[in-house]
């Protein structure tokens, strides 16, 4: 059974940081790629940033390049996060998500986890 578990959100004043992880358990994911996705209240959910779990590819969504980087860690299982320089525009529910092929579309991704909470304060 594929699990997806995110942590590491909270609060946070406009200009810190924070950094997300999200544990893969349940299956090989060498082959997937892993994407952050986030949802604010009445708004659809967006991507974020995706990685082929090798690192040999990555994509950012335009509104977070150059503050957040996405990464691997395969000794952990793990796709984290590194957000920098957050802004209140940031504040949303992220996601982690698994899929086939590395894509800014949800539609491309069958694994998701429950979310995490980011809130930024101004």
């Known amino acids: 059974q594929v699990q997806l578990v995110e942590s590491g959100g909270g609060l946070v004043q406009a200009g810190g940081s924070l950094r997300l992880s999200c544990a893969a358990s349940?299956?090989?994911?060498?082959?997937?790629?892993m994407g952050w996705f986030r949802q604010a209240p009445g708004k659809e959910r967006e991507s974020v940033a995706a990685?082929?779990?090798?690192?040999?590819?990555?994509y950012y969504a335009d509104p977070v390049k150059g503050r957040f980087t996405i990464s691997t860690d395969n000794a952990k299982n793990t796709v984290n996060l590194q957000m920098n320089s957050l802004k209140p525009e940031d504040t949303a529910v992220y996601y982690c998500a698994a899929g086939d092929i590395l894509s800014k579309w949800p539609r491309h991704y069958d694994y998701w986890g429950q979310g995490t909470q980011v809130t930024v304060s101004s």
């Open positions: 349940g299956r090989t994911f060498s082959n997937y790629a």
């Open positions: 990685i082929r779990w090798s690192g040999d590819s990555t």
